[in-house]
């Protein structure tokens, strides 16, 4: 049963109307989606959730050299993060968005959501190639632009425990970060508050990455 609590972000007041109608889906958010700062599109609602199923982990982006969050099938794993509520006519471009993961559809047995969870309104989450190495076996460097966005999020919505829940249950984190905080190359960079940027970075140390100058 999820638990009543304050939403996150005012509902757009038409959501249950538009659930009704069968024009609603929603996506679970496991990386910068749970920071409400980095969310440039309009939406209709979000809520604190867990999804059981899948394992987030840092991933090679195909092609390049630098790292995004991702998720893998697991079916002991439980996640935090976001779930997203959206307009069906927006599911297109946030596959193409996604368009290196494969979306799978989240049955509701394995999806808890805080809140008023919508009835009957389709779920989905993108998931990335499980045959994949991850970002410790390949090198492929985190953006630290990226990775203050992803930390704050989780830091805000789940306080430090939850902050470092998803840090010791990310997958990868064993590699290098990029100190682009200064000149951000991540396109939605975040503002930092007072000692957030020493509180991550010491937690980052600590689960083995090791911090890499722009060149």
């Known amino acids: 049963m999820a638990d009543v609590e304050p939403p996150i972000h005012q ?12 024009r609603v889906i929603a996506y679970f958010g496991y990386g910068s989606l749970v920071n409400k700062r980095t969310l440039r599109t309009k939406f209709l609602g979000i809520r604190r959730a867990e999804v059981l199923g899948w ?8 092609g390049q050299s630098m790292a995004l969050l991702s998720v893998r099938p697991d079916e002991t794993a439980l996640t935090q993060g976001v779930v997203v509520y959206d307009l069906a006519d927006h599911l297109p471009s946030v596959d193409e968005r996604e368009a290196a993961y494969h979306r799978r559809v989240v ?29 410790s076996q390949t090198g492929a460097a985190i953006l630290q632009s990226y990775l203050d966005a992803v930390m704050q999020g989780f830091y805000s919505l789940y306080e430090e425990a939850g902050l470092r829940r998803f840090m ?3 997958e990868g984190f064993e590699t290098s970060i990029l100190k682009d905080r200064a000149a951000p190359l991540y396109p939605r960079p975040v503002t930092l508050a007072d000692g957030e940027a020493e509180l991550f970075d010491r937690l980052v140390t600590q689960r083995g990455a090791r911090f890499i100058e722009c060149s």
């Open 11 to 22: 509902d757009d007041p038409q959501l249950e109307r538009l659930a009704r109608e069968g």
């Open 55 to 62: 394992r987030r982990a840092w991933l090679p982006r195909k």
């Open 107 to 135: 049955m509701p047995g394995h999806i808890t959501i805080r809140g008023h969870a919508l009835p009957d309104v389709p779920l989905f989450i993108y998931e990335g190639k499980p045959e994949e190495p991850d970002a």
């Open 168 to 170: 010791a249950e990310t």
